[in-house]
């Protein structure tokens, strides 16, 4: 008789939170976490941003390799952020407690919180103006503010009731959203390939200075900005894969699901030239409107096509960002189970689209707020990737969960809970990479100006923070106690003792210890 028990049926409501998941419960597989990354990113949004090459008066073809250089080196920068849930049986900010300190792991949660809020309102905000547009010129119903409320409060539920049902509902969703939305991106290529014109040269002056590379690089960073978006949440889906699967599969599969958002990465890019030749008053620099291009330039048959991308895509991104939140929160306040927890932070992110969009008007704020995030969860990912290759990939589980179960001490107490080499890599290379950002009529940092208008936070934050935390884990070795039996690579080790845990029953007084259960 097989000793294997059956997971649970999907619509089982998940009852797991950061907990190390049990072995017999661990039943994904690395493509399991390719339909989860890819579905969460061949969306609406993403050919958003694959439009931005040709705002930036890039060619078609400039704009192409612009978007498969960024597309990969993000995705080279992610995907190894995949490998700490099948290690640990638990999400990314608790396993960063191994690098950050047993109290530094709510950065991770912090990171988690902000990211997942910002894309949650990104795609409900997203798919609901495009099915209301859908709506305007197919159903005539009119675009009022009551008409947009309802699509995102109609949208904005869903995605909260799939959250709360947990991992295996949400794997069924983007099991499905994966072929629908791909095929549908495809389907783009009947409806606007009569219009798409390959050799579409741009708008960028060439009489002048050159504006090529400044537009170039900056159309890079955009694409590669959004894999790195998704590290905090790797080890969300992760957890539950197996800790016998071989690393480079769970690795592969994150990194080629990011490249597979070349389909929707070029659906944007290629629209974009039809919408700048046949309707460019949708692309000018002072109010760009993809979306309102799209449906103009759209054929009325794909209509339908573009409110069910919509609608699967934004499900997909919407899932996959709240479904962490809930996790992060029920950990970092023990009192509130995972599905309390999604509910409160799903009801509260709620809220807070709605009066962004209606009463703050912070539709426009958002991207730049999530390209901040971003930029201070990088340097963030450059010391959870470091931090394992340099413990050769070894963990003690156990020790990773101190902070949810309110103990002390482990091999991650550190200082009173603080591991300030990773600490300050990462607050040092955050706050640098913030300054030299450049957003214009958003946010542009003290040195902004300096690399000629081109954004280089993001890039300065991870080079800086692989410099900063290599140089500290080098001058200030941590303790032996916190590498595997195979010792550290690169770096030297200390010898300094590693505290017990303490239950948090125990209680310190003076030099002795008085347990509160007595």
């Known amino acids: ?220 960073l955009i694409v590669l900005a959004n894999p790195v978006s998704f590290g905090a949440f790797l080890g969300d889906w992760s957890r539950y894969i197996p800790a016998s699967t071989p690393r480079p599969r769970v690795v592969a599969a994150a990194l080629f699901a990011q490249l597979a958002t070349i389909v929707p990465f070029g659906f944007g890019l290629a629209t974009a030239t039809v919408i700048a030749t046949a309707a460019p008053q949708y692309l000018a620099a002072e109010a760009p409107n993809y979306v309102g291009g799209l449906l103009a330039v759209a054929p009325g048959w794909y209509f339908a096509p573009l409110c069910l991308i919509a609608l699967i895509g934004g499900m997909s991104t919407g899932t996959t960002a709240l479904y962490g939140t809930g996790l992060d929160f029920s950990s970092v306040f023990p009192r509130f189970s995972r599905v309390q927890a999604t509910a409160l932070v799903g009801a509260a992110a709620i809220a807070l689209i709605f009066a962004g969009r209606f009463g703050l008007n912070l539709v426009q704020s958002i991207s730049t707020f999530a390209t901040l995030i971003v930029t201070c969860t990088a340097p963030w990912m450059v010391v959870m990737t470091l931090g394992y290759l340099t413990r ?18 482990g091999r991650y107490w550190f200082d009173h ?47 800086l923070a692989a410099v900063v935390y290599l140089a500290l884990l080098r001058i200030f070795p941590e303790p032996r106690g916190v590498f595997g039996p195979d010792g550290p690579r690169w770096v030297p080790a200390a010898d300094t003792p590693v505290p017990p845990i303490v239950d948090p029953a125990d209680v310190v007084v003076g030099s002795t210890t008085v347990s509160t259960s007595d």
């Open 1 to 220: 008789m097989s000793n294997e028990v059956a997971p649970p049926p999907v619509t089982a409501v998940e009852q797991n939170g950061v907990e190390r998941i049990p072995d017999h419960e661990r039943t994904a597989r690395p493509l399991d976490l390719f339909r989860l990354s890819f579905g969460g990113a061949n969306t609406f949004s993403t050919a958003v941003l694959g439009a931005f090459p040709i705002l930036f008066g890039l060619s078609f073809w400039q704009g192409l390799a612009a978007t498969a250089l960024g597309l990969t080196a993000g995705a080279l920068v992610l995907c190894p952020m995949a490998v700490f849930g099948p290690a640990n049986g638990t999400n990314n900010a608790v396993s960063s407690s191994a690098h950050l300190g047993v109290h530094g792991r709510i950065v991770g949660s912090f990171l988690s919180l902000l990211t997942a809020v910002t894309f949650f309102a990104i795609s409900v905000w997203s798919s609901g103006d495009a099915l209301v547009g859908t709506a305007s010129r197919v159903l005539h119903v009119p675009e009022t503010p009551v008409a947009f409320a309802v699509a995102y409060a109609v949208f904005a539920g869903l995605v909260l009731v799939v959250c709360v049902y947990g991992f295996r509902f949400m794997l069924l969703v983007n099991k499905i959203a994966v072929l629908a939305a791909t095929t549908l991106f495809v389907l783009g290529a009947f409806a606007f390939g009569g219009a798409f014109d390959p050799s579409y040269a741009g708008t960028l002056d060439t009489s002048g200075p050159s504006a090529f590379w400044p537009s170039f690089i900056g159309a890079a």
């Open 392 to 409: 050769r990939g070894w963990y003690d589980p156990d020790a990773l969960q101190v902070f949810n179960r309110r103990q002390h001490g």
């Open 417 to 463: 809970g603080w591991n300030w080499r990773g600490m300050s890599a990462w607050l040092l290379s955050a706050a640098t990479a913030l300054m030299f950002v450049n957003s214009p009529g958003q946010f542009v940092g003290p040195f902004g100006h300096l690399a000629g208008g081109v954004d280089i936070g993001l890039p300065l934050s991870l080079v």
